[in-house]
């Protein structure tokens, strides 16, 4: 199963588009508020109720010697219909974020975010996870697609700080040998 998840993180990241451009939709908004709703947006789902939560996945936040900082795990699969609680739980030094978009979402984020390092998301995907403490995040994955959570704060991406959701109709179960 191990090499099946590295495999899908990898073809991923290597498909991942080139968002390096001067157009931004972005620009011209004062806030992140519904990005989703930005034209050219493929939806992600939607919030999810607590009542209806169907999984339960801890991710922990990981801040090594060497400068990395990792989401555990960095690559899950989800069942397309599922209601997700992630708790997210954040035991480094630093603060964190963890944001739930699509790839080119993600990128347009980090764009602006450089841009506007001092504003904060207000947007239903994404929650701000204080040194010590924990944060939750409930979502309903209404479409088969892959997304990426990551860490939107200025320098935490690129040190190494986002993962991969699949969310497809078809989960590999481990055989009962």
Request: hydrophobic residues 40%.
């Amino acid at each position: 199963m191990k090499p099946f998840l590295i495999a899908c993180t990898l073809s991923l990241t290597l498909a991942l588009p080139a968002w390096a451009t001067d157009e931004n939709p972005l620009q011209s908004k004062q806030s992140l508020t519904g990005i989703s709703e930005v034209s050219g947006h493929g939806s992600i789902g939607k919030p999810g109720h607590k009542g209806l939560v169907t999984r339960t996945i801890e991710v922990n936040i990981k801040e090594t010697e060497t400068g990395s900082m990792l989401f555990e795990p960095n690559a899950i699969n989800i069942e397309h219909g599922a209601v997700v609680r992630f708790i997210i739980k954040n035991d480094g030094a630093l603060d964190h974020e963890f944001f739930l978009g699509s790839f080119a979402e993600v990128g347009e984020h980090q764009q602006w975010k450089h841009k506007h390092p001092d504003i904060e998301h207000d947007d239903p995907n994404a929650v701000k996870i204080p040194s010590g403490e924990t944060a939750e995040l409930v979502w309903e994955f209404s479409e088969k697609t892959n997304l990426k959570f990551v860490c939107l704060i200025p320098g935490h991406r690129e040190a190494r700080m986002w993962g991969v959701i699949m969310v497809h109709d078809h989960l590999t179960l481990k055989s009962k040998s």
